[in-house]
Every structure is written in C-alpha cells, then in structure tokens.
C-alpha cells in the first residue's frame, strides 16, 4: 500500500503543478507570509466549487496512506503521518505556485487538502475496521490479500478518475442527453465490464470485503456515478455489463468449492481472451506494416495527463489482475507474470497491421510492473476463499 500512497502524492504533484512552466518570479514578500495571507476575498460559485474539488483531491491520499502506514503497527502513526505529509505537500505546492503562472497560492487550498486528508483518513478507519477485519461480527480466517486490495482500488480511481466533481447542472443534462442516445449494444464495452465486475468479485473475497457480493451489487454504482465526475461519461453498455458481471458472480460464486481449479483456469482463459479482444478490437487488419516503438510509454508522453492517467490506472488494474488470477490458478508469479507480457507483446505486434493502434512496447512493461508492485504489498499467494 505503500507504493500506491507515493502514486497518489506524485498525481497530486502534478496536476497542481500543471503545466510546470516555472518562472523566475520575485514575490514581494517570502512564499510562506504570502500562503498565510492568501485568503479569498470573494465569495461566489468558483468559490465553493474549490473547496469541493480540493477536500475530494486529498481524500484518497489520506485513505491510502493511512493503509500504509499501519503495516508498522502503530495507530498513531497511521493517523498522524499522512495528515503531516500531506500538509507538508499541500504547503509546498501552494508556494510554488507563486512561480507557475496563473496558478494561485491560497491558503483555503491549504485548509481545505487538510481537511480531505482528515477525511480521507477517517474514511480508511472505517473501511479497515467494518470491512478489512470485521471486528465487531466475524473475525477472517486469513489476512487480507493486501494485493487485491490494491487492485481494487485501481478500479474505482479508474472509473471514477479525475474525481472532480460536476458543479453545473447543465452539463449533468448533456451527459444525460448522450447516454439515452448511445446505442445500447457495444460488444467489447459490454464484455470489458462484465469481466472486470466478475473478476472484481472473486478481489473483494480475496481482500475479506464481507458481504462480497453486496459490495458487488453496491459497487455498480460507479458506472451512474460518472455522471457526476468532470470529463467522465457513463456508457449503457457498460452499466449492462456491470450487472451482468454482477448477476454471474453471484450465481457461479459457490460453484468454485466443488470446481475450484477449473474455476479459475477458466476466469483466466475468459479474462486473458478478453484483453486480447480488447487490444485487436476492431479486427481491422491490413498487410500493411505499421512501425513498433520500443520507447515505453512513448503515447502516453505525448497525450494530456488528463486523458493519459486513467489509461494507465486501468491497463495497471488488467494486467495485474490478469497476474493475480494466473497465480491463483497454481502458477508461481514469475511464470505468470512471463505469459501475460507474452501474451501483450504479441498483441503489440499484431497491432502492427491494425490501423489506428500504437503498436509499442510499453504493455508488456506495465504488467511485468504491477506484478512486482502487487508483490511489494503482499507475500502471500492470492487464494481467494
């Protein structure tokens, strides 16, 4: 967990330091007088919509560091440490905007990234106590796969990415407007999220999130959520195939105490096949060659943070639970980890005659990645129960 807490303090780095364009500016007066008497002095909807955007920026950075730091054993220092690093962060970020035009130092800013970490914090307190370990009714026969937790957590950043939330209800109407007027039937839409709702089912037992299928049925949630998340659009498709993923969880789940290697071998073969659908989706092949880049993340450099992030986050969550369910199969993590990135790699290449593809090396390099991400925070084998 660890890991994912630095991730998530290098996404806030950055986006608040978008574009990195410094300047050699000189205040007139020292970076930290002009953060303490940098309060707003209007008050109108911009207003308000800051404070928003800023509480929810911080709370994932409290949730995930609080996580991280109970792995040393102190509760004080779970509670303590992420609050201190993020306002130590947040200030350090306020003042170096003083030297990136047109950002502002502010000290609301400030008080508000505080108040989302305490939040974030209180938030991971709860989740820990109600769902990881269940204190108060049963107490789990195994520890918590830390690494489907992780998983997990990519899964929500993913569909619920930049987390900035809609303040306009005209763009709610838009957005509500495109959905009622997409087609509803979009193949590799619909299987993606079945899948990844089927497999997000057999994480949530894994991680000991009890009830798991309820947590399942709440989780579809997210797809509607969108609505309601700037520059996020639900697809028809994809709420459908959350369900569906939901509805064969739930009726298939207790078949894998009688079929329990077959179960997995064949969620392995249907969610490998189902990568394999996506990366060649449309099927559109040519003999003409394209060339392939062995620059990683050679795309992903040149497209906006915006867009490129949450590729990323969800190619992180595919591959590595595409990993995670190959060892849960039997297979040890260098074996599995080898035959995902084989199997990526040739995907790449077969991009190679597929127009409108970018045919590079850098899928391959995010599964070998969050193979050995997912091993920093677990040392158990994934046996979900």
């Known amino acids: ?23 050699a500016a000189q205040p007139p007066h020292s970076p930290l007088w002009m953060l303490f008497h940098s309060l707003p002095k209007t008050f109108d909807r911009y207003f308000w919509r800051d404070i928003v955007v800023n509480i929810v920026l911080y709370i994932p950075a409290g ?5 991280a730091f109970r792995r ?50 209180l938030v991971a307190v709860v989740f820990e106590d109600v769902f990881l370990f269940n204190r108060q009714l049963t107490r789990p026969k195994k520890q918590p796969d830390q690494a489907a937790l992780a998983l997990l957590a990519c899964l929500v950043l993913f569909q619920l990415f930049p987390l900035f939330p809609v303040m306009g209800r005209t763009l709610l109407r838009q957005k509500l407007g495109i ?49 309601f998340v700037v520059d996020r659009q639900p697809h028809p498709a994809a709420l459908l195939g959350t369900v569906a993923g939901t509805a064969a969880f739930v009726f298939t789940w207790q078949k894998r105490t009688v079929y329990a290697t077959p179960y997995w071998k064949i969620l392995a073969g249907i969610f490998l096949s189902t990568i394999v659908a996506r990366g060649l989706a449309p099927l559109n ?17 040149l497209m906006d943070w915006e867009r490129g992030l949450p590729i990323i986050i969800e190619k992180f969550f595919w591959y590595g639970t595409a990993v995670w369910i190959m060892i849960a199969t039997g297979l040890t993590r260098i074996t599995a980890t080898a035959l995902v990135a084989a199997l990526l790699l040739a995907v790449e290449l077969a991009q190679t005659h597929l127009p409108g593809h970018v045919a590079e090396i850098t899928d391959p390099l995010i599964a070998i990645f969050a193979s050995f991400a997912l091993a920093m925070v677990t040392r158990q084998r994934p046996q979900p129960d």
């Not at 996404?11 to 574009?19: A, D, K, Q, R, V």
């Not at 060339?291 to 450099?301: C, E, M, N, Q, Y």
């Open 285 to 301: 092949f040519t003999t003409v060659s394209l060339p392939f880049s062995w620059t990683p993340f050679g795309a992903f450099l």
């Open 179 to 227: 959905f009622l007027h997409t087609p509803p039937w979009a193949p590799i839409v619909f299987l993606s999220a079945a899948v990844t709702w089927f497999a997000a089912g057999g994480l949530c037992r894994a991680a000991s999130l009890r009830p798991a299928r309820r947590i399942l049925a709440f989780s579809v949630l997210l797809i509607p959520a969108q609505f």
């Open 1 to 23: 967990m660890l890991p994912l807490f630095i991730a998530v303090l290098a996404l806030i780095t950055y986006g608040s330091l978008y574009p990195w364009h410094f300047v």
């Open 63 to 67: 949730l995930t560091g609080h996580l």
């Open 72 to 121: 040393f054993g102190r509760f004080w220092l779970s509670l303590a440490a992420p609050i201190l690093i993020c306002t130590a962060l947040s200030a350090s970020v306020e003042m170096l905007q003083l030297f990136v035009p047109p950002r502002d130092c502010s000290l609301l800013d400030l008080i508000t990234n505080i108040a989302g970490t305490i939040a974030g914090v």
